[in-house]
């Protein structure tokens, strides 16, 4: 069975730096668009940035210059970097992946992971 595992959040204050990375497990034959998204509390999930398998990229503008996506296709893996961080940041933080799994049907499918807190504040 499929699954995204996130791990890497907490609590910082503003200004500092925090990486978030998300692991693609089970079955997974391959691994392609990801991205993260956050759900800030009161608003609705939002897309932040999304990496295509050969390292494309598209940030959301507040956290373009800010934020740094990056993955390691070998471990199925992705990161967020995330520097200079606000208070407007906090949030919970989840990772999306289109996969497909290693069962013979070829029926890729869009998976998320449980999501990780991240808290700034002073």
């Known amino acids: 069975q499929v699954q995204l595992v996130e791990s890497g959040g907490g609590s910082v204050q503003p200004g500092e730096s925090l990486q978030l990375s998300c692991k693609a497990t089970g079955n997974v034959f391959s691994v392609h668009d990801m991205a993260w998204y956050r759900e800030i509390p009161g608003q609705a999930r939002k897309l932040i940035v999304t990496?295509?398998?050969?390292?494309?990229?598209q940030y959301e503008d507040s956290v373009e210059g800010r934020f740094t996506v990056s993955r390691d296709n070998a471990k199925a893996t992705i990161y967020l970097r995330m520097n200079r961080v606000q208070v407007e940041d906090t949030a919970v933080y989840y990772c999306n992946a289109y996969i497909i799994p290693d069962d013979h049907t070829w029926s890729g499918s869009t998976y998320w992971g449980s999501g990780t807190h991240v808290t700034v504040s002073a």
């Open positions: 990496i295509t398998a050969d390292g494309r990229t």
